[in-house]
């Protein structure tokens, strides 16, 4: 079932592509093969991921997209990979939005504006999902962190953030990984914008990861706007 979903997620209108080529690379379908083993061999991720899929209608495909850009993207920085390991990245990945179980669905699906303390409650969603994930840390080291990162850019004031390089630098890829495809995907309230569109706000955004968000344009975005 994860598999055809997978692939769906990236084939389907309104999702962002295999690119540059339609259809998926055999460099990709690895991916995306790794990502279905791990899902297949964790009764623990299978079961988180099934709440995700039950609960968050709109963050179930976001987060096996971002699953699969998240590790393409460490893919290229094999120090990163072999310090924590395959699986915690995919985990990471695909478990990162899990906070957002507690969080008001009225508030989380809102058409339109949130307002400021809306928005206040749904950047928790990082802090709790880190702390959901924390009972995986024996098998997915660093899971916990990776995952309270992943919303760097917005940092709290009064939680301290991790002092570990590897857990800022991967939390620092999931977080691009996450917004390239928040952006390159259509949701309720928005079309998906195009690949060109998602540079532009990405580097506005991550301006010393130019190189990486370019790696990730060129693979993955909507090349229909
Ligand atoms: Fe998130
Ligand atoms: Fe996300």
């Given at each position: 079932m994860i598999r055809r979903e997978i692939?769906?997620?990236f084939t389907n209108n309104g999702c962002p592509n295999f690119s540059p080529i339609k259809g998926i690379r055999s460099d990709q379908e690895r991916i995306v093969n790794e990502i279905i083993n791990l899902v297949n061999e964790s009764p623990e991720v299978a079961e988180e991921l099934a709440k995700i899929r039950t609960n968050l209608r709109w963050d179930y495909p976001h987060s096996l997209r971002t699953a699969v850009l998240f590790y393409d993207l460490t893919e290229q920085e094999?120090?990163?990979?072999?310090a924590v390991g395959t699986e915690t990245v995919i985990a990471a990945g695909l478990l990162h939005d899990i906070g957002k179980l507690w969080m008001p669905k009225k508030i989380l699906y809102k058409p339109g504006k949130l307002k400021e303390q809306e928005i206040e409650l749904i950047k928790l969603h990082s802090l709790y999902g880190s702390m959901m994930l924390r009972y995986l840390e024996d098998k997915y080291p660093d899971i916990s962190g990776i995952v309270f990162e992943h919303h760097q850019d917005q940092p709290?004031?009064?939680v301290h953030r991790s002092d570990?390089?590897?857990?800022?630098?991967?939390?620092?890829?999931?977080?691009?990984a996450d917004q390239h495809e928040a952006l390159?995907?259509?949701r309720s309230y928005k079309v998906a914008f195009s690949q060109e569109l998602s540079k532009q706000i990405l580097n506005g955004r991550f301006p010393a990861m130019v190189k990486e968000t370019d790696y990730?344009?060129?693979?993955?975005g909507n090349?229909?706007?």
């Open positions: 692939t769906d997620l094999p120090e990163l990979l072999d709290f004031s009064y570990d390089p590897l857990v800022l630098r991967l939390g620092a890829l999931l977080c691009l390159s995907s259509s990730l344009i060129s693979r993955y090349e229909k706007n």
